[in-house]
């Protein structure tokens, strides 16, 4: 049997929640006949109807705004960001609406909105933007960002299931180049819970979505030279998976996080604070950071290439972490 | 309902409206006292749409209001207590103590959803809510309000578009009072009647006297019946005056006191009064009992937002619980249609448009840009009033800087 | 009951507001919501309404004047019923801040506690390497906080050890190697080996966590006295002098005095002020007891300020009673009567378990026939009074029953040397085997 994409798993994942809960709808720009811009909701419309798979106008705060209404009727939505990066004209209902609903009176927004988001397409500043930290650093949101097949579709149930607002930013790099074989029967992946990938004893690198990829095949070339990396990818920033970073760091007392977000303000500034506090005294050696620069996404594939961390830079890096 | 009232529910209209009345008349006076948290906005002269509108909706139907919207809480069934413990931040408020105005909702019985202090940013919720309900086969409206400065944003624009092409059971209440803070209507929108922008989205606009509450009750049902009937949203302009600043700390000086007088001769309470009592419909013996039975709720409401308690070192300790739905709520829609409609087989649809109107020229009539050929002063005869209002630096204030 | 009047806020960005106009004068009947004052602010004047009946008792902020909001500028000695002013919250949670800093206090703190149970901060071991030697070259050890964890676990001086870790840094695999070598060095360390610089010794974890065992974490107390305690020893070389003193004349004089005394002065009298006064008057005698160290400084305290320890049921407190030479008997009992009773009852106050210049410990009233204290820094020494039994002892050529009780005095050999010491002790006798003084 033919392995599932990333993008068929989260095809899949709406479909059976779908067929599963007649509560689930779907909003979002060109999702219906067209079957989304990258083709995430293709067939959907066909098999659950125009009252369930909702194409609206170009307004992404009314697709939210939206969403967020149907979820207080007690509907699950979920809306589609054509790309991660509109999400910017939707940000006051998102900060302002779903975030502080339940803290304030109560009500629960159990929303998701997802999209694709990330570089590595030559699209460009506005439709290669990695815009998850604006939100991990807004209280009552979670963020998930699945790195592999089974974890985009086990997410993504979780993230349905779940009765607050998610954000699932996909990332649109590992569309059609990551697949794996899915089990045929339901599961779903916990939110808040990191995974180890690959065991390691000499350092810990720290990741998630496209970087997880890059980090392991940095730790292939890294056990060339001896060196035993252990991978660690997070699968959602909120809320965050602090024991296993941490039992992790106990173990090989070193530290690199690896994300495609740019460096300040970054996610990996905020693990590296987590680490002081309460792993100080398990560090043998500075923290390190592999990330983007603090630039919009170039368009050039030349120049995106040099933006975008790769693994021979995380090996890099991590062999200098290592031998410090 | 009926469009035409009983006798016990047009009284009941002057009780809501006295008791928003007296009530933030009590609102006043706690924050002159120092007993007020956060910012109070006073629905003076307004109070005939909410509580018009308000009164035209079914049981079910939702309203989300906005900060001079009091009068639609208290006639979809919040209590004057909650109204006070929530602008006093008492720790058993609606909110409990975490927000504060008219910022409070409730999902499961009333249907009200909270505002967020942002403007227009209801109307694609509410949309959403209007189309959840509908979604679920249920028959409910959702009402929510909107004001001539409100209506500059663009989630106003892009909530109504929404609203209009998806025919939501949506009613919009558009209260023109003439003033958004300290900017005169005509420097937000370059229309004299906002009731016009209905057409810019395919969806019928009335005009209604805000200051008679019948009026804008008459309005509010034949909208809420349209909506309700599948006909899509209405949008009401109701004309009124804002007859207090915008918030507690703002003495209105930018307004002329002429506008001031002009709106007072044209107050909707004492006005409906007259009407109640020319009609004959109430007594002055009436009148006496309805506003006793006001002052003495309105008493023991005071008396018990007074007493509650203020939020502590336990709600301190506790500020991180809540951020997150964790086990605390079952959502549980309410289904009144059968749920198979939504589902393979009976779910399934031809995924194709069917596209009526290609769009050409040949099929619209011509129309070309209308200029303007009459001088300009021809033109400012038309609305006089109104241009000239500007909004000045007034000389009391001005003192006041130079007191320092 | 009064009731205060604010300054309102009238809006979110004011801030303050001048109050310009008073419409009662204090005396002045006034209604509940009353026009009461006027005040203008940088956006509104307003009217202010009174916020409870009575009569309006003062005015604290006169016209003219400009305060923040919030501030009280007038009380109205309320009238009627419950006006309720609920504490506002910072109020509250001033009084259990309050509350906590009380406990706090209990034990005598020379070393401020630690937050967090953490290994001593890394700058306790950033050992200064070696003194200006010509061979050294007083480098700075380079390691990290692992490291540096490690080494103290293991008892291993990172100064003897040299690293590849990049830089020359003592690394992870440099530590791990020097343990393994080590380790038999390790398990001698409790016999007083090389000396450890800064912090306690840590023991490691497994030498404690073995065969079957209940943890019980340290109450707040606890952790306190015991750090007092570890501070205390390491900060004075502590010496003993223990004394006999022959208490048959007092013991006598007290049952004698007893009943009527206690009915008179309706407090109970103990054998304490006896050998409080015994100590004024040594520690008059040998002022250098009464003293502190700091650096090279002697402090002379003119106050004697007397240290009591009570024993509760969860530690130990000491409350001072000051100025002790300036008590009379009665007025010594009295204090420590009273500051005993509130010990036990929880009700002393932060500044009671300050400033004492002496401290006087009690193993007796537990039956102890003597005792050993730690010294209650910053004092210089600590008076430990045993039991007082009957024993046969010596007068003359005979042999007599008499009640006897061991006296100890540990001290601080930096201030106090034992002549002065055994002097002082024998005054302390003296005094008590010569009691002559009338207590009634």
């Keep these: ?324 | 309902m009926q469009l035409t009232l009983t006798r016990e529910q047009q009284l009941e209209l002057y009780y809501f409206m006295r008791l928003n009345r007296a009530l933030e008349e009590r609102l006043d006076r706690l924050a002159r006292q120092g007993k007020i948290v956060g910012g109070l906005y006073s629905s003076l002269g307004q109070e005939a749409i909410s509580v018009g509108s308000a009164y035209a909706l079914e049981p079910g139907d939702w309203i989300a209001p906005m900060v001079r919207n009091i009068g639609s809480l208290l006639v979809r069934g919040y209590s004057a207590r909650e109204i006070f413990t929530q602008n006093m931040g008492r720790a058993n408020s609606p909110t409990n103590a975490r927000d504060n105005a008219s910022h409070l909702g409730d999902l499961s019985v009333r249907h009200v959803v909270s505002p967020i202090s942002m403007l227009g940013d209801l109307i694609p919720v509410m949309t959403g809510v209007a189309m959840g309900a509908r979604f679920l086969g249920q028959k409910r409206v959702a009402m929510t309000w909107i004001g001539d400065g409100g209506s500059s944003t663009g989630a106003f624009h892009e909530g109504l578009n929404f609203a209009a092409v998806q025919r939501a059971p949506l009613v919009l209440v558009l209260e023109n009072n003439q003033w958004a803070y300290s900017t005169p209507v005509a420097r937000q929108v370059p229309l004299r009647d906002l009731a016009d922008r209905a057409r810019a989205y395919g969806v019928p606009g009335a005009i209604v006297d805000g200051n008679d509450v019948l009026a804008v009750y008459r309005a509010a049902k034949q909208a809420v019946d349209q909506a309700r009937a599948g006909h899509g949203p209405v949008l009401i302009e109701a004309k009124t005056m804002r007859m207090r600043g915008h918030a507690q700390h703002d003495p209105a000086e930018y307004v002329p006191k002429k506008m001031m007088e002009y709106w007072k001769a044209r107050d909707p309470i004492a006005r409906y009064e007259r009407a109640l009592t020319v009609g004959k419909l109430w007594s002055a013996a009436d009148k006496k009992q309805i506003d006793a039975r006001i002052e003495r709720e309105l008493d023991e409401a005071v008396e018990f937002a007074e007493s509650s308690p203020l939020p502590g070192a336990k709600e301190a300790g506790e500020i991180e619980s809540g951020v997150y739905c964790e086990g605390c709520h079952e959502i549980a829609p309410e289904w009144q249609r059968a749920k198979e409609e939504l589902l393979p087989p009976k779910s399934a649809v031809a995924a194709r448009w069917v596209v009526n109107d290609f769009g050409a020229f040949e099929e619209h009539a011509p129309r070309d840009i209308v200029m303007q050929t009459a001088a300009p002063k021809a033109a400012a005869k038309r609305a006089p009033a109104r241009r000239t209002a500007h909004a000045k630096v007034t000389k009391s204030s001005k003192a006041r800087k130079a007191r320092g | ?440």
Aim: proline share 6%.
């Design chain 3, 1 to 440: 009951m009064a009731v205060n009047v604010l300054m309102p806020q009238m809006g979110e960005s004011i801030f303050e507001g001048t109050v310009t106009k008073w419409l009662k004068k204090p005396g002045d009947k006034v209604e509940r919501d009353e026009p009461l004052f006027e005040i203008s602010t940088d956006k509104v004047d307003a009217e202010i309404p009174a916020p409870a009946a009575g009569v309006l008792k003062e005015i604290k902020v006169p016209e003219g004047q400009t305060v923040p909001v919030q501030t009280v500028v007038a009380i109205i000695d309320g009238t009627g019923a419950a006006e309720v002013t609920p504490a506002p919250a910072s109020a509250a949670v001033k009084e259990e801040a309050a509350a906590a800093k009380a406990k706090g206090a209990a034990a005598p703190v020379a070393a401020k506690p630690e937050t967090k149970a953490a290994p001593a901060a890394p700058a306790a071991a950033a050992i200064p390497s070696a003194p200006a030697a010509a061979s050294s070259d007083g480098r700075r050890i380079h390691s990290s906080p692992l490291v540096r964890r490690l080494a103290k676990e293991n008892n291993i001086d990172l100064a003897q050890l040299s690293g590849t870790g990049a830089g020359g840094r003592i690394s992870k695999r440099d530590i791990l190697a020097a343990i393994a070598a080590g380790g038999a060095r390790a398990g001698a360390a409790g016999a007083g080996a090389a000396p450890i610089s800064g912090g306690a010794i840590a023991v490691p974890r497994e030498r404690i966590y073995f065969g079957r065992y209940d943890v019980a974490p340290m109450s707040v107390m606890r952790q306190k006295i015991a750090e007092h305690m570890v501070a205390s020893k390491r900060t004075s070389p502590h010496v003993y002098s223990i004394e006999e003193a022959d208490m048959t004349g007092i013991a006598q004089l007290r049952a004698r005095v007893k009943d009527e005394f206690e009915k008179r002065h309706e407090t109970k009298l103990t054998f304490m002020p006896f050998f409080l006064r015994a100590a004024v008057e040594a520690l008059r005698a040998f002022p250098v007891v009464n003293s502190s160290v700091d650096g090279t400084n002697l402090v002379m305290h003119r106050d004697i300020n007397l240290g009591i320890a009570v024993a509760l049921e969860t530690g130990l407190i000491v409350p001072v009673i000051r100025g002790a030479d300036e008590k009379n008997f009665l007025g010594l009992q009295r204090a420590v009567n009273d500051l005993a009773e509130r010990a036990r009852t929880k009700k002393l106050k932060p500044e009671e378990v300050l400033d004492s210049t002496f401290s006087i410990t009690n193993p007796g009233s537990v039956g102890g026939l003597m005792g050993l204290p730690v010294i209650n820094q910053p004092n210089v020494a600590i008076l430990g009074i045993g039991a007082i039994q009957k024993r046969p002892v010596v007068i003359g050529d005979a042999i007599g029953i008499r009640s006897m009780v061991y006296l100890t005095l540990s001290y601080d050999h930096r201030a106090v040397d034992g002549a002065i010491a055994h002097q002082f002790m024998i005054k302390v006798k003296t005094s008590l085997e010569k009691w002559d003084e009338e207590i009634l």
């Design chain 1, 1 to 324: 049997m033919a392995q599932t994409t990333y993008l068929e798993a989260i095809r899949q994942a709406l479909d059976e929640e779908m067929a599963r809960d007649p509560s689930v709808v779907l909003l979002g720009e060109d999702i219906g006949v067209y079957g989304g811009a990258f083709g995430a909701t293709q067939g959907l419309l066909a098999r659950y109807g125009w009252e369930r798979v909702v194409d609206t106008p170009i307004s992404e705060t009314a697709i939210v705004g939206a969403a967020i209404g149907m979820s207080y009727t007690g509907l699950r939505p979920v809306a589609e960001m054509q790309f991660m990066d509109f999400i910017a004209c939707c940000f006051e209902q998102l900060a302002n609406f779903a975030a502080k609903s339940h803290y304030r009176w109560g009500a629960p927004v159990p929303i998701v909105v997802r999209g694709p988001s990330g570089g590595g397409v030559h699209a460009g500043p506005f439709h290669s933007a990695n815009p998850e930290m604006y939100f991990v650093h807004t209280p009552g949101l979670k963020v998930v960002c699945p790195a592999t097949a089974y974890d985009a579709k086990g997410l993504l149930k979780s993230a349905i299931r779940d009765n607050n607002p998610v954000l699932f930013f996909e990332h649109k790099f590992l569309y059609r180049r990551v697949k794996e074989d899915l089990p045929a029967e339901d599961y779903s992946v916990p939110l808040g819970q990191a995974a180890v990938r690959r065991a390691g004893r000499d350092l810990t690198i720290v990741s998630y979505a496209a970087m997880v990829q890059a980090s392991l095949e940095a730790a292939a070339s890294l056990a060339d030279d001896g060196i035993e990396a252990e991978v660690l990818d997070l699968r959602t920033l909120v809320p965050l998976d602090r024991e296993t970073i941490l039992a992790s760091v106990r173990k090989t007392n070193k530290l690199l996080v690896v994300h495609e977000d740019t460096r300040t303000g970054g996610m990996a500034g905020e693990i590296a604070a987590l680490v002081c506090s309460e792993a100080f005294d398990d560090l043998d050696g500075p923290i390190v950071r592999v990330t983007a620069p603090d630039a919009p996404v170039p368009s050039a594939p030349a120049l995106e290439e040099g933006f975008l961390p790769n693994a021979a830079g995380i090996a890099d890096a991590a062999r200098r972490l290592a031998q410090a």
